[in-house]
């Protein structure tokens, strides 16, 4: 440890290591193999990047990053430490000369695009058998797997280093995998006995915000009117989405860029740049944008659309604030995102789009339950949290008991006579006594039909997700979603249960201002359900006609 503590003083001006990565530089050091999981600026270059310069030999570092890797090898040069990288960027004298710097055990460090090693069926590996290596780092390991978010199949071409290098050690890190993902990379990698080092995810200077969307745009400008000093990032799901945005800020004066991964490489390379060195004050971008990206002083993200699932939110938001200082993360939530990628899930093959589903729901309860965002974020990574984290907005805002028990029976009734075929909104029409087409003739003489009346959509649409959320109610969340009781419904229904919920007294909100007189994209949202519900029910009838019930129809 000595040896290592000296190194990070000498080269890299530290004079601690934080505990994961003294953990696994030690590790390495002892040339076992290791798997890192710390969140984006934790800190996972030092992990190697020490080992490298205390072992004999060189360390291949493979990173899916073109650009990020000349920034890398630039700051370590920077420090005397001599590195070099190869990709396809470079003509092939130039690799050719690396090359030879290589072969002469010149180079302590050597940074190697993935798609050098699935070249020619992975004739690069080959290459190295003559030359002494000291470890191999495989950055943003995620990609080695399909369950991860961010998949690369020249990643695949990974699976031969321990094979051909049983004795070198592999060091295996990323910032974002679940349990699932995280033994996948285990595997894809061949890792032996690994050491499986987890640093704590939370990151205790982001505040979690989540608003519903309604007038992003301009909700948006009043947040950096708000900031006026503060730079930062917005995600958006599309590419004309970061187009729409970014030039509507900047018709209302704001400093701002879009980056997407439609912009040709060398503009993308200027805007990333721009926005590093504080000459674009607001990034709005597509998930292209970030992986990696050290920029210390980003106060704010925003998400604009909903993020796929909790992996990406927490990457994403954790671009704020790596320097330490107090950053937040706002979240704009609507029902439409989240039909909009259920229907990307949809499009996928069977075993993908369950997995998205699934991924896509945690992300859905994240933003609609009631619970510390914090909390949840870290078991979510597997961490306990006791909660009450004073910085999001569930825990700064106050609450107060709801007895929603007459309401849930009379809505779990309404699902009882119509034999839980049915999804959310029939059953509010149902309720609500609506003369919607969609309710069939024989409905509306039943005893419970308008019971609903005196409460708007809006209510009804709440209390169906907090008693989910509860268990007092479950979504079959397949093709054709319908609401089905679960048995503490029984219990409410039939043994006057009660159900105590709680209800926002005093939101406490990212952006202050009520709401701004906008409504074009509620409007929007609001057809984008009506659409989605109509393609469903099509398809219902389609079933039908066809005598595939899409759903059991029970006897009367
Ligand atoms: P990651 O790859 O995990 O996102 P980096 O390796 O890019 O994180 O490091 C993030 C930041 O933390 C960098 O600015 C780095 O210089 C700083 N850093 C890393 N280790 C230490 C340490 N032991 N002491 C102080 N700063 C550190
Ligand atoms: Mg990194
Ligand atoms: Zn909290």
Redesign the pocket.
Known sequence: MEKSLEILKKYFGYNRFRLTQANAVENVIAKKDTFVLMPTGGGKSLCYQVPALVLEGTAIVISPLIALMKDQVDALRANGISAAFLNSSMNPNEQNETFRQLKDGKLKLLYVAPEKLSADNGHFLNLLKDINISLFAVDEAHCVSHWGHDFRPDYLFLNGIKEQFPQTPIIALTASADEITRQDIIKQLNLQDPTVLISSFNRANIKYFVQPKQSVSNHIIQYLNEHPNDSGIIYCLSRKGTEELANYLKENGINAAYYHAGIPSVERAKVQDDFIKDKIRVMIATIAFGMGIDKSNVRFVIHADLPKNIESYYQETGRAGRDGLPSEAILFYSNADVMKLKNFAMSENEEQSSLMLRKLQQMTDFAEMHK????YLMEYFGESHP??????D??LSEFENWDATIDAQKLLSAIFRLKERFGKNLIIDFLRGSKSVKIKDYMKDMPTYGIGANSDKKYWQNLIRQLIINDFLKDSNDEYPVLKLTESSKEILFNSRKVNLQKVKDLVKAVTVEDIETTYETNEIDANLDLFDELRMVRRQKAEQENVPPYVILSD
């Not at 510390?372 to 909390?375: A, D, E, F, N």
């Not at 909660?387 to 999001?392: A, D, F, L």
């Open positions: 510390c965002r914090r909390q909660g009450n984290c004073n910085s999001c569930y825990c």
